[in-house]
C-alpha cells in the first residue's frame, strides 16, 4: 500500500471528505461543495489533486460545467485503510 498516498489523503480535511463523498456515489463539484460546505476554487483544486494522484476519475473530462466524479480503485483501497486507522 502507497502509505503516502494514504496520509496525503487523510493529512487534509476536503481531500478526506471527497474521497468519503465519491465512495457513496457519483457527484458533480458543486454537489461536493455543498455537502462539504467548502468554497468551490477549495473543491475544485482538490479534485485536481486527487485526480492526479489516480485516486479519483473524472467521468466527463470535456464538460466545462456539471463534470461528474466517482472514485477508483486505488481511491478505495486507501478510503478502507484510513477508515482501519480511525
Known sequence: ????TISYVY???IRFGILKLLSMKIQTPK???DSLSYAMSHVSRALKE???KDIIKCLTPDR??????QIT???KEILVKI???I
Open 11 to 13: 493529512s487534509s480535511k
Open 1 to 4: 500500500m502507497l502509505w503516502n
Open 64 to 69: 466545462h460545467k456539471g463534470k461528474m466524479y
Open 83 to 85: 477508515e482501519e486507522m
Open 50 to 52: 486527487l485526480e492526479k
Open 31 to 33: 454537489q461536493i461543495a
Open 73 to 75: 480503485s486505488k481511491g
